[in-house]
């Protein structure tokens, strides 16, 4: 096998409000702050918990909805890969980075404030070479069933195609 493999599947809750920038060229870059706890019992039988830490970056449309609709405490599903980062600061001293790209992002439960349950899913699609992420498009729960082809007589002009929500 010629190829690795470079896959993470985080599912967690959000430290706080994402972040959102702009480059200059316009494309949305949102940060967030993800947190993942696992529970295992110790040698005396006592519950452990460890939380880890997890620094995630949503590219173009993918971030602009994160952006947009998660909160803080806001329990997510993201679907990405690690990247490191290695920079150098004014005072010389190098600075390491690990951040996790997403290509998808579903949102999961309810918000911190007590919103309503349920959320969308949402993926990238798109050529990685040119943008760090790729655009997402609304994955579908089923697959999509065309309608029988509407002779022009079973619509009245009682509406206008400024109507249709799509």
Same mark, same amino acid.
């Given at each position: 096998?010629?190829?690795?493999?470079?896959? $993470?599947? @985080?599912? &967690?809750? =959000? #430290?706080?409000?994402?972040?959102?920038?702009?480059?200059? !060229?316009?494309?949305?870059?949102?940060?967030?702050?993800?947190?993942?706890?696992?529970?295992?019992?110790?040698?005396?039988?006592?519950?452990?918990?460890?939380?880890?830490?997890?620094? $995630?970056? @949503?590219? &173009?449309? =993918? #971030?602009?909805?994160?952006?947009?609709?998660?909160?803080? !405490?806001?329990?997510?599903?993201?679907?990405?890969?690690?990247?490191?980062?290695?920079?150098?600061?004014?005072?010389g001293v190098e600075k390491y980075f690990t951040d996790i790209v997403a290509d998808e992002m579903q949102m999961?439960?309810? #918000?911190?404030?007590?919103?309503?349950g349920g959320g969308g899913s949402y993926r990238g699609g798109g050529d990685r070479s040119e943008r760090p992420?790729?655009?997402?498009?609304?994955?579908?729960?089923?697959?999509?069933?065309?309608?029988?082809?509407?002779?022009?007589?079973?619509?009245?002009?009682?509406?206008?195609?400024?109507?249709?929500?799509?």
């Amino acid at each position: 096998m010629a190829r690795g493999i470079n896959k $993470v599947i @985080l599912v &967690g809750n =959000l #430290g706080n409000d994402p972040e959102m920038k702009y480059t200059q !060229g316009g494309m949305a870059v949102c940060t967030m702050s993800l947190a993942t706890t696992s529970v295992r019992k110790d040698r005396d039988g006592n519950t452990q918990e460890k939380t880890e830490w997890h620094r $995630v970056k @949503l590219f &173009g449309k =993918l #971030g602009e909805i994160a952006g947009e609709y998660l909160k803080k !405490g806001r329990q997510v599903y993201i679907e990405g890969s690690i990247r490191y980062d290695k920079f150098t600061g004014q005072d010389g001293v190098e600075k390491y980075f690990t951040d996790i790209v997403a290509d998808e992002m579903q949102m999961l439960g309810g #918000g911190a404030e007590g919103g309503g349950g349920g959320g969308g899913s949402y993926r990238g699609g798109g050529d990685r070479s040119e943008r760090p992420s790729r655009p997402p498009q609304r994955q579908e729960s089923a697959p999509r069933r065309e309608a029988p082809p509407a002779k022009s007589s079973d619509f009245a002009d009682d509406f206008a195609d400024d109507d249709i929500p799509f």
